[in-house]
């Protein structure tokens, strides 16, 4: 199933809510669940931990939830090999490198495989697509030596041949649910030609919105771009320093982690990042995105 639905129309809850119903039936049942970027995975494992928690609470199950990525120890790994969760986050080179490349240390997670959410699936196009499509079929052949038969779960709200596209990554016949029934709230986008260049234009419509307590996320290029503007943007208002932050590849896991809780509880006002902050970052309050 493809769900090609827009931003905010409630995907994240579309591939959970099955998920969870499928444990309360079978509490040893599991769930792959892919991201392209590691705090996409990190902000999903706060969501999903807590829907686990509330129905664990009214079944008396314990239900767990886990990422499997790079930043993580490697004791770490080892007792999530041990004990794999009932859902696991993880991303498409740790599916390569890790879990299929050693799929008999995790026979015990492959048998239960229920579902595999793949998430942000416009982003495995061109070469990268041409490759997870080998990933895909190779973690069905592996499914189905441990008499596993997942359903595949893709998602994405920027995509315009939804059905297509995951024909070709899994060989599999796909059905599109497109019609979204979420509300939406009023949008307004304005194009600026900022006379000083587009990093002064930045830095002075986030001092704008921080006077006004507005959350604003800024996206460049580069990641010294990133940093400059940080900089000069916390120089020139020293009032605000402590509500502007850079992120960006690079920063150390529990740098990052820090970041992303400090943006959704509402303590930074301002972040100036790369891509790596993007891609279904679930921040609801989310004033303006520069």
């Known amino acids: 199933t493809v769900i090609a ?29 892919l991201f392209p970027l590691k705090a996409l995975a990190r902000d999903q494992l706060s969501t999903i931990a807590r829907l686990l928690e509330l129905t664990g609470r009214k079944t008396g199950q314990k239900l767990t939830a886990a990422v499997y990525d ?8 080892a007792k999530i090999r041990k004990h794999p969760p009932n859902v696991l986050l993880s ?4 599916l390569h490198l890790a879990l299929l490349a050693h799929h008999d240390l995790w026979e015990g997670f492959f048998k239960r495989l229920r579902y595999i959410v793949v998430d942000e699936v416009h982003t495995y196009r061109g070469v990268m697509g041409s490759n997870m499509a080998w990933v895909f079929r190779r973690l069905q052949r592996i499914c189905e030596q441990y008499d596993a038969r997942p359903v595949f779960i893709f998602c994405s709200a920027t995509i315009a041949n939804p059905a297509d596209l995951a024909s070709k990554l899994t060989g599999l016949e796909a059905d599109v649910i497109e019609e979204s029934g979420a509300a ?14 587009a990093a002064q234009t930045a830095i002075a419509l986030i001092h704008a919105a921080l006077h006004r307590g507005l959350r604003t996320i800024v996206y460049t290029q580069s990641r010294k771009i990133t940093e400059l503007i940080a900089i000069w943007a916390a120089q020139r208002s020293s009032r605000f320093r402590d ?7 690079g920063f150390l896991p529990e740098e990052r982690r820090e970041i992303e809780t400090k943006l ?15 891609l279904g970052i679930d921040i609801g309050s989310l004033d303006i995105c520069v």
């Open 5 to 33: 639905t827009p931003t905010a129309s409630g995907k994240s809850l579309v591939y959970n809510l099955p998920v969870i119903d499928r444990m309360m039936s079978e509490p040893d049942a599991c769930a792959l669940y």
């Open 70 to 77: 790079g930043d993580i120890t490697a004791y770490q790994k």
């Open 91 to 94: 991303n498409p080179e740790m």
């Open 184 to 197: 939406a709230g009023k949008k307004d986008v304005l194009l600026m030609r900022g006379l000083e260049g």
């Open 243 to 249: 509500k502007i932050c850079a992120y960006r590849a």
């Open 264 to 278: 959704a509880s509402g303590e930074l006002l301002s972040v100036v990042t790369t891509s790596a902050l993007e």
